[in-house]
């Protein structure tokens, strides 16, 4: 039989993003109340339904101590973390509490607020940070830029989530978003990354052996164990690393506390996506392509066409580089080259017909000849 710690995670957690911020939570008021009350939180559980057991007064006194030991680990959190941040460790617990039926009324700040440490990146930076990557990392910068994607949703990308306009040349190029790699999983959706996208990915996966990838190879792989799949903690430690190295986002003088969040980080691009693209696209297409969903992405159009066609209209204001073409001259090209493409098989077929019946004429006459040879 599963702990009562995990058999709580398999029932609420919708996702292993949302799993490990659980288990981070719980870790942390079990380590706090194992050192100040001697409590273990995976007991809980089981000496609430001994107290029940005990009659009113044992489960009354039960409640009381639990109360006391909850109200002292809120006054500790409450001056060392955000308001965000207490509250959600706060709401994680009574999850855990609620879970097995102990009614504890929820402790939580009243006025909570937000505490945004990232400013907006600039494509100045976008651009330094690129042109300090390799290959890969270039290409998987450029894809969340480009798409909006989270970093967590990108290292689970398979090459059936591209192959078909990635192998058709088709820009902007769709990438599929099943549910299954979705945050909470949402329905599946889809998304799309511009020529800069395009190229940089080409570019990553002209590396890549053996070729061609097979449907379930992620995109972006380990080199050791080969193939295996990236973390987004390893995208975001890259990603800080240029950071610092290029001074984007250093701390403010030299007693400046190196623990705080730095002000550019990978999720800045995901946010720079959503701003440059809606100033130029209804917002919410944009929330539908970032994998939100409300009551209004319910009613959108589900048309991908129509979805490629508007990103191709705010890809102008998204993108970083100057173009040698623009997308919708781009896109008009490719759908010409597909469309002589098959004009070109069109006359194949009429010029064997043609052979065959020049040959056909070619045996009549030798036969004719040689009749006339005979009489």
């Not at 006054?75 to 509490?97: D, E, F």
């Not at 990392?137 to 450029?142: E, L, M, P, T, Y």
């Not at 409300?294 to 191709?312: G, I, K, V």
Request: charged share 30%.
């Amino acid at each position: 039989m599963k702990d009562f710690i995990t058999l709580w995670l398999d029932q609420v957690c919708e996702s292993e993003l949302t799993k490990d911020g659980y288990t981070q939570s719980i870790r942390h008021f079990e380590k706090w109340a194992t050192e100040n009350h001697n409590l273990a939180v995976m007991d809980i559980p089981l000496r609430w339904r001994e107290a029940t057991y005990g009659g009113p007064s044992a489960r009354d006194r039960f409640l009381d101590e639990l109360k006391d030991v909850l109200r002292g680990y809120f006054a500790g959190i409450k001056g060392h973390y955000s308001p965000t941040s207490v509250n959600r460790m706060m709401s994680t617990l009574m999850s855990y509490l609620h879970t097995y039926e102990v009614p504890i009324k929820p402790i939580r700040l009243k006025h909570a607020y937000v505490q945004y440490h990232n400013r907006d990146i600039t494509k100045e930076e976008v651009q330094a940070v690129l042109d300090h990557s390799n290959v890969r990392d270039k290409a998987i910068c450029v894809m969340l830029y480009e798409s909006g994607m989270r970093p967590n949703t990108l290292t689970k990308l398979r090459w059936r989530h591209i192959k078909d306009d990635f192998s058709a040349r088709k820009i902007p190029m769709m990438i599929k978003l099943s549910s299954d790699i979705l945050k909470c999983h949402v329905t599946e959706r889809w998304t799309f990354i511009g020529d800069e996208g395009y190229q940089a990915l080409h570019r990553y996966l002209s590396t890549r052996r053996p070729l061609p990838l097979k449907e379930g190879d992620f995109i972006f792989a380990k080199e050791k164990p080969k193939g295996g799949k990236l973390g987004a903690t390893a995208l975001s430690q890259a990603f800080n690393k240029k950071v610092k190295k290029l001074r984007l986002a250093e701390p403010e003088g030299a007693d400046a506390d190196r623990r705080k969040p730095k002000e550019i980080r990978l999720y800045c691009l995901r946010k720079a996506f959503r701003k440059y693209m809606a100033a130029s696209t209804d917002s919410r297409y944009v929330e539908f392509w970032m994998g939100h969903t409300s009551t209004e992405t319910h009613y959108l159009s589900t048309d991908p066409e129509y979805h490629r066609q508007l990103y191709a209209k705010g890809y102008p204001s998204l993108r970083i580089g100057r173009p040698s073409l623009d997308v919708e001259t781009v896109s008009k090209l490719t759908g010409e080259i597909e469309r002589l493409g098959s004009v070109n098989q069109e006359y194949r077929a009429r010029i064997e017909r043609l052979e065959r019946m020049l040959s056909d004429l070619a045996d009549a006459y030798a036969e004719v000849k040689q009749l006339r040879q005979t009489s």
